[in-house]
């Protein structure tokens, strides 16, 4: 139980392009997702935190309007890096939890984003 | 400030040795303390996790921690080390449970020799 799947896995495009990474909880209802950047050989910096229904709460330093986040559903939440550059490629990565109490973050297995 | 240190950057262990990889962390009252593993290119699997209770938690693939409030620390170990082992092994905090997000360290490299 409590799967998390992140697609796609691998992404490559040219600077200027907006790519959308999804992270979606499979058997369990989300009601906090996170999204994380991870550097080469460096550890999982958060991003930005979402609930449901919400508006994102953003990382000082992170820029909201380059990472756009939409937590629509229970079950599904977009990262949407708009006109990506170069200094753009890393490793996302997202996980899950729902409510309640003792509740693990889930991960899902990350996207590798590469900007040309 | 929550924060975690994981000392060793990179360990190196022999195949059926056993393994003690560091954590301590800074945080006010009682944290709630994870050890995440990750393959590389891939994202991060649950090992083990304390909220409160018995000090010596168990986890996954025969990993178990033990959490010690006057070391401010939280090392995992495992008796007999298997080549699958070699990860990224990462040690995180939460202040709580209702939502806030983890604080990782830095993570420590386990390379396996044979």
């Known amino acids: 139980g409590a799967v998390v799947s992140q697609h796609p896995s691998w992404v490559i495009c040219k600077s200027g392009t907006s790519v959308k990474i999804e992270c979606r909880s499979l058997d369990f209802q989300a009601t906090t997702m996170f999204w994380y950047r991870q550097f080469p050989k460096q550890s999982l910096m958060l991003m930005a935190t979402?609930?449901?229904?919400?508006?994102?709460?953003?990382e000082q330093g992170v820029e909201k309007d380059k990472f756009l986040i939409n937590h629509a559903s229970l079950t599904l939440s977009t990262l949407t890096v708009t006109s990506a550059h170069p200094e753009d490629s890393s490793f996302y990565i997202c996980?899950?939890?729902?409510?309640?109490?003792?509740?693990?973050?889930?991960f899902g297995d990350g996207t590798r984003l590469s900007i040309l | 400030a929550q924060s975690v240190t994981q000392p060793d950057i990179h360990i190196t262990v022999s195949e059926g040795a056993s393994l003690e990889l560091r954590c301590n962390y800074s945080?006010?009252?009682?944290?709630?303390l994870f050890w995440y593993v990750q393959s590389p290119g891939q994202g991060l699997q649950l090992l083990l996790k304390?909220?409160?209770?018995?000090?010596l938690v168990q986890g996954i693939k025969g990993f178990e921690a033990e959490f010690k409030r006057s070391q401010s620390s939280f090392n995992l170990r495992k008796p007999s080390v298997h080549w699958s082992d070699a990860a990224e092994y990462f040690c995180a905090v939460a202040s709580n449970q209702a939502g806030t997000a983890l604080i990782f360290g830095k993570g420590t490299t386990l390379s396996v020799s044979s």
């Open positions: 304390y909220f409160s209770g018995d000090t």
């Open positions: 979402s609930n449901e229904g919400s508006k994102a709460t953003y």
């Open positions: 996980s899950a939890r729902t409510m309640g109490g003792n509740q693990p973050q889930h």
């Open positions: 945080y006010g009252a009682t944290p709630y």
